[in-house]
């Protein structure tokens, strides 16, 4: 077991760019139930340092190498029970490196049903191919005349048995079968051509009508739109080889390959018959399998990237900058429906709620002033959150209309972004937060608290609603849950909770709790009143002391008995802290936010047998600023006035807008015409980018130019270049354009255009789901 243990820390580090013994700590902390986050924060001096992403790695290969292991178990004795267990075949499935390979080596192994080979064997044509393989010199038919029988009517079914048999030693040889997937991982073309009957009805999928692309560099987004495709009966997909050289078929390469592996050369008639059989055996047996192996490869490879696309751009929104805790109001915008208010105050709390109806039919803008202005003004309003679908700049500029009638100080109105708002108002949590409470009003809570706190109201929505993914349809649900939860976790618990206003489905994401020990707290929280210290949670019915370990550093008591429990510094370093406070001759309270006095310590001094530099560096730094949050401070996009529809866009223009969504082929904005606009990967800068994350994230204020709309199709192309942006250097699969307010819709690939700004789109791919809706 530990030698199994080194051998899985020592592939894991080469992997995470880690020594073996840093993987070796993380393990075994991991394994011992500490959760990623508790490892990156509070025992850096254990796993040398090793950052979340690094843990979140080595954890999910750590799975597949267990995994593999025990499949490997399985197949040795599986092997050894037959009694064909060697010790060359041992050593081979003891080096497999992965599951396929692995596979490989079981496939002459693994128990199946009759093959044709088996029942040619069992007629006795076992020696007959052996004859052929060995005596290349003799006519087949000549040999096979021996072994007629009356299970074997005649020459040709003698022949046809030896071929079977023949043909399955090639296609069971693993060595072989590896070496040819290689070549075609390196050589093959992914090939998509249109179903003969449905160029109308697939008319989205016409970049991929007759298409091909090397295999090796099949981009995500084009993967999983021809896999789409595929699923909706539009599109055939194939692996083809190239043509061989010299006007050979394209198969010659591999049939050589099969060829060679057995010595199948020259003119003799044993070898005229064997080089037959490869190419059948590759034309009926490998070349199918191989093609459904690489299909699977491609799938896997585009979900995870697919998956790490989502994830990135969850985290982004999750920690995007917080407005703080003022006094909001949130609309949801409607036209027929009305518009719905709810007032909350600057801890959250619901105080007011309504719905005006300043638009047709009723167009009561009188009345619609007047009750906005009463709740402004008995609630002391700070902040107008804006819900940006349906309807969200006619209602932005019906509050301008209002603000501008109101004395100083007046609110400030932010356009926000509702996705998943209704996932949420719809949901067993908002039913029990808000019982008497109409639906479509929690919609508008949700925009007023998300503004004011984005992670806190968010961590509320299953990360898959949220919307920010590519294809997040297409791939597998499972990982792509388990990738998600994973960035809430980490967000959260980088962000850190207040213990005393904290919810529910926050608490339950703060490591080392869940959903049951969040509703103790909380149910304690109610029967007792706030925290007073972090030790009190110990009272907490069913959390223990290593719960507490797991999640003590990352929940916050403003104002309570012990100043320290206010920051990030673990109750258990609190010797530390204190002999640091000591040192410099001041009340903890006093030092705090001294950044002069703290940053003229010597962190050396104050390390120990179980406390190294690195944590004593952490919390000198804890108490220079004590509970900071890593999110960026609170900014808003401001929308051009008179740019409120697409047809209002003009070339040239310069706007500014919030990035809504990144993928692989470039960035969404908001621009406020109820329509993203595309940022090719092309167009983020006056350089080469091949990561559009380098550049932007979800939630960012940028600047950007308009270079084309199309009214017709409702796209809208820009740039972020100074250099005056221009054709796009690339060409690729189509985008379904985001709208605001729409359904959420997977998303997928329109025809393409000649223009410059239709070669801009033909890069983006069909992932851009539009936002959740009513």
Not at 520 to 548: C, E, H
Not at 690 to 708: F, Q
Request: one cysteine or more; charged letters at 30%; glycine letters at 8%.
């Amino acid at each position: 077991m530990e030698q199994l243990q080194q051998r899985h820390a020592a592939i894991i580090g080469q992997e995470i760019g880690a020594g073996a013994g840093q993987v070796l700590a993380a393990i075994k902390l991991l394994d011992e139930g500490a959760t990623v986050p508790f490892v990156a924060r509070y025992r850096k001096e254990v796993t040398g340092g090793l950052d979340d992403t690094q843990l979140r790695t080595l954890s999910e290969r750590l799975s597949y190498l267990r995994e593999l292991d025990q499949r490997r178990e399985t197949v040795l004795n599986s092997i050894r029970e037959q009694g064909k267990l060697t010790e060359d075949l041992e050593k081979a499935i003891l080096a497999a490196s992965t599951k396929a390979e692995l596979e490989d080596l079981y496939l002459p192994y693994k128990p199946k049903r009759r093959t044709k080979a088996q029942i040619a064997r069992e007629r006795g044509l076992g020696p007959l191919a052996d004859a052929i393989l060995e005596n290349r010199a003799a006519e087949p038919a000549k040999l096979a005349e021996a072994y007629i029988t009356d299970e074997v009517p005649d020459v040709k079914a003698a022949l046809d048995g030896a071929r079977d048999i023949v043909s399955e030693l090639i296609a069971e040889n693993a060595e072989l079968v590896g070496k040819l997937r290689a070549y075609m991982k390196e050589y093959g073309v992914l090939r998509s051509r249109v179903v003969e009957g449905k160029e109308e009805q697939g008319a989205k999928f016409s970049d991929y009508f007759d298409h091909a692309e090397p295999w090796a560099g099949v981009p995500s987004h084009r993967a999983l739109a021809m896999f789409r495709g595929r699923n909706e009966e539009i599109l055939s997909l194939d692996i083809e080889l190239p043509e061989g050289e010299g006007g050979l078929p394209p198969s010659a390469p591999v049939e050589a390959m099969i060829c060679a592996a057995y010595g199948i050369a020259g003119a003799l008639p044993g070898d005229l018959w064997l080089r037959d059989v490869a190419a059948w055996t590759w034309r009926v047996k490998l070349s199918l399998r191989l093609v459904l192996d690489l299909m699977g490869d491609l799938r896997e490879r585009a979900e995870e990237e697919a998956i790490r696309v989502f994830a990135r751009n969850l985290k982004d929104l999750l920690l995007a900058a917080p407005a703080g805790s003022r006094p909001t109001m949130g609309l949801d915008p409607g036209i027929r429906t009305g518009v719905k208010v709810a007032v909350v105050d600057g801890t959250g709390k619901l105080l007011a709620t309504t719905t005006i109806y300043p638009f047709q039919p009723r167009n009561d803008v009188a009345g619609a002033h007047a009750e906005l202005t009463k709740l402004i003004f008995q609630h002391r309003v700070e902040l107008i959150a804006i819900g940006n679908g349906t309807a969200s700049r006619e209602t932005e500029r019906f509050v301008a209309d209002l603000l501008a009638k109101l004395p100083a100080p007046k609110p400030t109105k932010v356009i926000v972004s509702e996705a998943g708002a209704s996932v949420y108002s719809a949901s067993a949590l908002a039913a029990s937060e808000f019982p008497d409470l109409d639906v479509s009003l929690r919609g508008a809570v949700s925009i007023a608290r998300r503004l004011q706190d984005p992670l806190a109201e968010l961590v509320k929505i299953e990360p898959k609603s949220i919307g920010v993914g590519q294809y997040q349809h297409d791939v597998d649900q499972f990982r792509l849950a388990k990738a998600l939860d994973a960035v809430v976790e980490d967000a959260v618990n980088a962000v850190g909770v207040d213990l005393n206003m904290a919810s529910v489905p926050l608490l339950a994401r703060v490591s080392g709790l869940g959903p049951t020990l969040a509703e103790a707290i909380v149910a304690y929280r109610n029967a007792n009143g706030a925290f007073r210290s972090r030790m009190d949670l110990l009272k907490v019915p069913r959390l223990g002391q290593r719960t507490f370990e797991q999640c003590a550093g990352f929940l916050r008591i403003r104002d309570g008995d012990e100043p320290l429990d206010a920051s990030a510094v673990h109750p258990e370093a609190y010797d530390v802290a204190r002999r640091i406070v000591a040192a410099c001759g001041r009340d903890v309270r006093s030092l705090m936010g001294d950044s002069a006095t703290l940053r003229a310590l010597d962190p050396r001094q104050f390390t120990d047998e179980r406390f190294g530099l690195p944590t004593v560096k952490d919390i000198i730094a804890e108490l220079e600023k004590p509970g900071r949050d890593p999110r960026p401070a609170f900014r808003t996009a401001a929308f051009a006035e008179g740019v409120e529809e697409v047809k209002d866009l003009r070339p040239g223009m310069v706007l500014e807008g919030t990035v809504t969504n990144v993928a692989a082929f470039g960035a969404f904005v908001d621009i406020g015409v109820h329509q993203d606009g595309l940022v090719h990967v092309s167009q983020l800068a006056d350089r080469f980018v091949k990561d559009p994350h380098d550049v932007v994230k979800a939630g960012d204020i940028v600047k950007v130019r308009v270079l084309e709309v199309d009214l017709k199709r409702n796209r809208i192309s820009l740039t972020m270049r100074k250099d005056g942006g221009g054709e796009p250097r690339e060409r690729g699969a189509a985008s379904e354009p985001r709208q605001r307010g729409s359904s959420q819709k997977q998303a997928s690939a329109p025809k393409p255009s000649q223009s410059a700004f239709g070669a801009a789109f033909s890069q983006a791919l069909a992932a851009a789901s539009a936002k959740n809706r009513k």
